[in-house]
């Protein structure tokens, strides 16, 4: 993931983490967590994105284990422990 800025309007951005992938427009942010920006447009928000219990925020993809097809998530908060395993 690479630091970047997407736009949604001349007069507003949303700092994201972009994929470094060639063909992949997936970004995470903070406030909005996984999400494709589209220019002009606001982000399209996944319902079911996993959330820290304590902080609120959108968690990120900490690890991947395909073999036995199981995602870690972490929060976003400095210090914070807050882990979930998806299967």
């Given amino acids: 993931m690479e630091a970047c800025i997407a736009p949604y309007s001349p ?3 949303v700092d994201f983490f972009r ?3 060639k063909f992949c ?3 995470f942010g903070e406030r909005v967590g996984y999400v ?3 220019r002009d447009l606001p982000p399209e928000i996944t319902p ?3 959330r820290c219990d304590m902080h609120g925020r959108p968690m990120f993809i900490l690890s991947l284990d395909r073999q036995q097809n199981r995602v870690t998530y ?3 908060e400095p210090g914070c ?6 299967t």
């Fill in 25 to 27: 427009g997936r970004c």
């Fill in 19 to 21: 994929c470094t992938e």
């Fill in 36 to 38: 494709n920006p589209k």
């Fill in 74 to 76: 972490a929060c976003t």
């Fill in 81 to 86: 422990a807050q882990r979930l395993l998806k």
């Fill in 48 to 50: 079911n994105q996993p």
């Fill in 11 to 13: 007069d507003y951005s």
